[in-house]
DNA sequence: GTCCTTGCAAATCATTTGCAGGCAC
DNA sequence: GTGCCTGCAAATGATTTGCAAGGAC
């Protein structure tokens, strides 16, 4: 069974007090605040316990590494190209109408899609 | 200015004869059978030249790695969870319509979005 | 006490950098 | 000959793995 350890309940904590998607390090460095000084390969492993559980989503923004957010209802991102703040976005019309066409018009059975914005924030424009 | 080299040609026409964004392993190993044996370091800034041209363009599903394809019109990918099969996706409803409404609801002023979609190949299903 | 968790060191993988030598023009 | 191109080795950064020790229940 699993077992509630501090790292497992202060990364925890972390997601859900930051809304934002975050990187290794960023977590690393949250759980250091928090005064946890994890290896990295355990902090690694957490993020797969709990991404293996649907508590937490992987997100990819092509920086060569995984940011990762508390699960939740389906939205997407824009990330500021310069500063890296990012933002939520909620497309009202879902992409998922395409499906059919997808089917259709490639043979592909389309399960999941990633979405993600790029752009200026307020203060880097 | 710019030189012709053997390792410009050849990846040049690797890319416009082939659809599929591609990774830095498939482009050395189809140099390979051109009778080409360039180091990886010469590949990588060859893509970079590239890129930097707009020749290409990147391409990032997630994998923890970069995919690059021949710069063309506007689209979206599918590709296959199981063997990673590629397949090129248009929608006809630009996503830029969102435009207004994300710079109104985020302050942002995006300027780019990716959208891959990930599923199953015909084969896989 | 059992077995999940953790730490540490080392390995793996993609990508980058510094520097010296090589080739296109 | 000049300046871009290339190769090689080593560095960097993210992520993974093996194994032995530690801690939750």
Chains 1, 2 share one sequence.
Do not use: W
């Not at 993020?47 to 389906?74: A, M, P, Q, S, W």
């Not at 009202?92 to 259709?104: A, F, H, R, V």
């Amino acid at each position: 069974m699993y077992k509630t350890t501090k790292v497992r309940s202060a990364m925890l904590e972390i997601f859900t007090r930051n809304p934002t998607p975050l990187t290794t390090r960023d977590i690393i460095l949250k759980l250091k605040q928090n005064h946890l000084n994890p290896n990295k390969t355990t902090v690694y492993r957490e993020i797969e316990f709990l991404n293996n559980l649907g508590l937490i989503t992987g997100v990819d923004f092509g920086e060569g590494k995984k940011r990762y957010e508390l699960t939740r209802k389906h939205h997407h991102h824009i990330i500021c190209i310069k500063c890296k703040t990012i933002k939520d976005i909620s497309l009202e019309k879902d992409l998922g109408l395409d499906s059919s066409k997808i089917i259709k018009t490639t043979g592909f059975k389309p399960i999941s899609h990633s979405l993600e914005f790029f752009g200026l924030c307020k203060n880097c424009q």
